[in-house]
């Protein structure tokens, strides 16, 4: 795919404001030039060559984020580097060597002095020859400044390099002692993913437990319930949308897998096989303006605005923003959908001090009709139907979601910084929000149905903050974090009347839809908090990592009657300990990792709609994974093999009282292999495979022990390739096949669902026309159009995604 090389535009019409904003803040904003001088430590001469990754920017301060790494003093004229920009880069190189990339073609040179100290000057005819015979290096780019600067992408760039580990910060995948994944923005945009959902469809260890054409996302990560409200905000939680998570307003979508109690905290849903951080976009270096115009069958038609800028001295300021607005009729019969989403992105980097502030509205509403959840009767289970069929038409549903988020860093000399974060979120729901309820389908396909129309709200508060910092001890590197962080939400939920009919999955019979209730009272309010102290110690080089670490947790939690009184209490804590080892002596590109880490989670809380005690919530409870795995960087294919166990308590339901309760244990073993790179030139890969066994054990009655976990699949693969056609530059094909392993829907395990495959397939093209990058894309989803069930939820069974075509058309001005 051709670069992009947008020019500057003035923004529409409809950012006029926005614009105006940016203006005035370039006329009101000056800040001053002079000679820099970082402190440090002289090098000896022999030092060795080591690995830097230096994000591109202004010269002077790439040299001082260079010189800081390298722990050299470096001083200048600040004329010399004024308005002058370097490009990034990301080797293992000398000091010499990496102030000469820095400095290419910038005709300037940094001289070693005689006590060890650099000196910047203008560039003799010999140091343009030395330049000219140093070895070549991997040079790389990035708009963020040190701290905030995202690893690089990966070859192919479908994921990235390394990516967010809690309160560890940026590493590199190589350097992490657990199994993580960053999908970039390229990969999210040609896949024509828009909502977080699309984009895991790539990953091996995440299935979609909800239908596509409901309101919401949940999923299932190495085998445990995960709520789109369990996912991060630039490591905090609290802060995203509850709802279907859009993805024009992300740059990064990073996936950790296992508990992430040290590294990030409780999560608020009490989700335990991972942590899904969402990274927002931010200004780029180079100047942006594009249109996307999307259609989606049925008939939904959609525009996306993304415009950056940085202004101000050395581009130190930046703005990002993003509109959305799409409207039409979706696959599922009669049903429409509407969403409507602003953001807007401003950060300051400056060469000691970073800040930023993220706020974004997102608006949904869906009309017409809601997808399928169902139980079964029997053993017999009944085929999929047509996932295009409406079981409730006329059905309404809308949901909103906004959120403020400040943050900053702050380097107090050239080995510690500060950072801390803040944020609130206000979101609130209505309608048939948990889609259409089937209970007890016979093999006929005959059933039951149920719908309740709700309302709710829920409201946080969060913020952390903490140091960070490196020091030696002899031999002994240390990097140690100190962190603190809290969430206070409150929410309440409350559903009208119940409406029951008889109806049939093959034929869906018209309910008669009730009113919504009006009152909406709290019915919890919950504090989450902690503070962990983290130490990543080096030895020989950096060739052994052993990370300690330990978090205090504390959940405070009431729940409400709609009458106000407190119906239960909690106050728990645990201090949680987590260790993690990477191991990387070898001369290959290979590290072998492990882990050990515990973690205290809310209370689950009882999400099955037709349970009889649905919405209760259970007391606080701790889980635990061991972990061991190898990751092989070939060059331009990463490897990742891990063998985990997870453990946590279980959420039983009892089928005589219609009554979920905790009982035993969930412990699930498996295997998992991700793949990602470029296996040749012009074809990339991205996918994997797992393998789970997950089993109850230590049930009160021991009659489920050794029975397998409600909605697990033992198989799990996932293989993308795109492959860029040699004979019409421009033009790249894509195919993703998903495999998904028998799962049982009931926990006696006699309701086997089918396993199920699927075929994504799409192309785009990209070109220039009238002095404009325009990329054309194409898509199907479910190619082949196969109906089947696509997982269990909580006992429901969801239906599989019909057959989906999107086009997108996208210019940069």
């Known amino acids: 795919m051709p670069p992009r090389t947008p020019r500057p535009h003035c923004p529409p019409h409809a950012l006029r404001s926005v614009a105006l904003a940016l203006n005035l803040a370039v006329a009101g904003m000056t800040l001053a030039t002079a000679s820099w001088t970082p402190t440090a430590q002289a090098q000896p001469a022999t030092a060795p060559a080591r690995r830097y990754d230096i994000p591109a920017g202004p010269l002077n301060t790439a040299l001082t984020h260079f010189a800081q790494e390298a722990g050299v003093l470096l001083s200048a004229p600040g004329a010399l580097t004024q308005h002058k920009r370097a490009a990034g880069l990301s080797a293992t190189m000398t000091v010499e060597q990496g102030f000469a990339e820095l400095l290419r073609g910038q005709g300037l040179a940094a001289v070693r002095q005689a006590d060890g100290s650099y000196a910047l000057r203008q560039a003799l005819p010999a140091d343009d020859a030395a330049i000219g015979t140093l070895p070549a290096v991997r040079v790389t780019g990035a708009p963020e400044s040190r701290a905030r600067a995202l690893p690089a992408p990966y070859a192919g760039d479908l994921v990235a390099r390394g990516g967010r580990v809690g309160l560890l910060g940026n ?246 910084m500060g950072f801390a974060s803040v944020g609130t979120k206000r979101q609130g729901s209505s309608g048939y929000m948990n889609n259409a309820l089937g209970r007890n389908a016979q093999p006929s396909g005959a059933y039951i149905g149920m719908a309740k129309n709700t309302r709710s709200f829920s409201n946080a508060n969060a913020a952390d903050g903490g140091i960070r910092g490196r020091l030696r001890t002899g031999p002994v590197g240390h990097e140690i974090t100190l962190s603190g962080n809290a969430i206070r939400q409150t929410g309440g939920a409350v559903q009208g009347p119940v409406t029951m009919w008889a109806s049939n999955i093959y034929a869906p019979a018209q309910p008669t839809l009730t009113v919504g209730p009006a009152a909406l009272p709290k019915s919890s309010d919950s504090t989450l908090s902690s503070i962990a102290l983290a130490d990543t110690l080096s030895f ?237 894309r194409a898509s199907v989803e479910n190619a082949l159009d196969k109906r089947y069930w696509s997982g269990a939820w909580y006992g429901s069974t969801s239906v599989g995604t019909p057959r989906t075509v999107k086009l997108a058309v996208s210019v940069d001005f």
Not at 260 to 268: F, V
Not at 739 to 755: E, I, V
Request: aromatic share 10%.
């Open 540 to 776: 020989l080089q950096d060739e052994y990592l052993l990370t300690l670490g330990v978090r205090q947790q504390r959940v405070r939690t009431k729940n409400y009657a709609p009458s106000g009184a407190v119906t239960t209490r909690y106050d728990e804590h645990a201090l949680t300990p987590a260790m993690g080892v990477v191991i990387k002596p070898w001369a290959a590109p290979v590290s072998v990792y492990a882990n050990y880490i515990e973690g205290l989670s809310q209370g689950d809380r009882v999400t099955d709609v037709t349970a009889a005690n649905f919405g209760e919530v259970f007391p606080p409870y701790q889980s635990k994974q061991m972990e061991v795995g190898a990751k092989w960087d070939a060059g331009a294919l990463l490897n990742t093999l891990a063998v985990f166990q997870i453990t946590r308590p279980s959420l039983i339901k009892n089928g005589d009282s219609n009554r979920y309760a905790p009982d035993g244990e969930q412990r699930n073993r498996g295997i998992e292999w991700s793949i990602a790179g470029e296996a040749a030139k012009g074809l990339r890969l991205l996918g994997g495979a797992t393998y789970l066994k997950a089993i109850n054990t230590k049930s009160s009655t021991g009659l489920l022990d050794g029975k397998t976990a409600i909605g697990v699949p033992s198989w799990l693969f996932n293989l993308g390739a795109e492959w860029d056609m040699p004979s019409l530059p421009g033009l790249t094909l894509r195919a993703a096949a998903i495999y998904t392993g028998q799962q049982y829907a009931d926990s006696a395990n006699t309701q086997k669902l089918p396993a199920w495959t699927r075929l994504d397939l799409a192309a785009r093209y990209a070109t220039r026309l009238a002095a404009h990058n325009v990329v054309f």
């Open 171 to 416: 590493k590199d995948v190589m350097e992490t002692p657990f199994s993580t994944t960053s999908y970039t923005s390229r990969m999210i945009e040609d896949w024509q993913a828009e909502t977080v959902a699309q984009v895991l469809h790539a990953d091996a260890s995440v299935r979609q437990t909800f239908p596509e054409a409901g309101p919401t996302e949940f999923f299932n990560v190495r085998g445990f319930y995960m709520p789109s409200t369990d996912f991060a905000w630039n490591g905090l939680f609290g802060l995203t949308p509850g709802f279907q998570v859009a993805t024009e307003l992300l740059e990064r979508i990073e996936v950790l897998k296992g508990p992430g109690a040290l590294l990030y905290g409780m999560t608020p849903g009490g989700s335990v096989g991972g942590v899904i951080n969402l990274v927002p976009k931010r200004a780029g270096d180079t100047p942006l303006t594009r249109l996307t115009a999307k259609f989606s069958s049925d008939s939904e038609l959609g525009a996306h605005l993304d415009m950056g800028r940085r202004f101000g001295r050395d581009d130190a300021f930046g703005i990002r923003v993003n509109a959305v607005k799409s409207d039409g009729r979706t696959p599922l019969d009669g049903q429409s959908k509407n969403k409507e989403l602003g953001s807007l992105a401003f950060d300051y980097r400056g060469e000691r001090l970073r800040v930023a502030l993220d706020a974004y509205s997102i608006d949904g509403r869906t009309r017409g009709g809601m997808p399928l959840f169902t139980t079964f009767a029997g053993s017999q289970i009944p085929d999929a139907p047509d996932p295009n069929l409406n079981p409730l038409p006329g059905a309404r549903a809308s949901e909103h979601s906004k959120a403020l988020i400040a943050s900053a860093e702050f380097d107090f000399n050239d080995q510690w």
